[in-house]
Structure formats: C-alpha cells, structure tokens
C-alpha cells in the first residue's frame, strides 16, 4: 500500500475508514439501490447514479480535501457503510455536517 492512501485511512481496533474508490461500487449498489433501504429518501439508485455518487466523494476530496469515507469491517474489509465529513446547501448556505 502506498504511503498517500495510507494517511487517508483511519483505523479503529475493528473498522477501517478510507477514501471511496470504484470498487465499492457493488457494495454501495447494493444498499443505495434497495428500495426499503432508500424509503426516507427522494429515490432509489440506478447503477448510473451510484457511479455518480462514488464520484462526486471521489472529487470532494480533491476539491475540498476531505468527504465521505468507505466504512469497512477491519478483519474482512467489507464495506458496511459511510461516515465523514460533508456538506450540504442549506437556504443556499454551504454549511459542513457530519455524515
């Protein structure tokens, strides 16, 4: 593993949080794109918008220098979420948030 993507992980004693790559697609698709999962939401995922949505945290970390990380069990690596720092536009303020 390479030095840069090592100081984007955190580690816990049992999970590893690291910057979203496009092999978290599945695992995502797989949530993102679930109807009961997405019921508190405006809709469910296509696979395009998936893709979209590991891209648009792929860019905030350029752009910004932080974003949403991949959350993954230590011992096996699966994915089993999302947590980080964001934004969000709110009476058309960016305003930061804890995701």
């Not at 109807?35 to 395009?48: A, G, Q, V, Y």
């Not at 910004?64 to 991949?70: I, T, Y």
Request: aromatic share 8%.
């Amino acid at each position: 593993m390479q030095r840069r993507e090592r100081e984007s992980m955190i580690r816990t004693e049992r999970l590893t949080l690291r910057k979203m790559s496009s092999t978290d697609f599945e695992a995502f698709d797989a949530v993102l794109g679930d109807t009961e999962n997405m019921r508190h939401s405006p809709c469910t995922f296509d696979e395009k918008r998936v893709k979209n949505w590991i891209l648009s945290k792929q860019k905030r970390y350029q752009i910004l220098g932080f974003g949403l990380f991949a959350v993954c069990l230590g011992e096996t690596g699966e994915r089993i979420g999302d947590a980080g720092l964001t934004t969000q536009v709110i009476h058309d303020i960016i305003r930061p948030e804890i995701g």
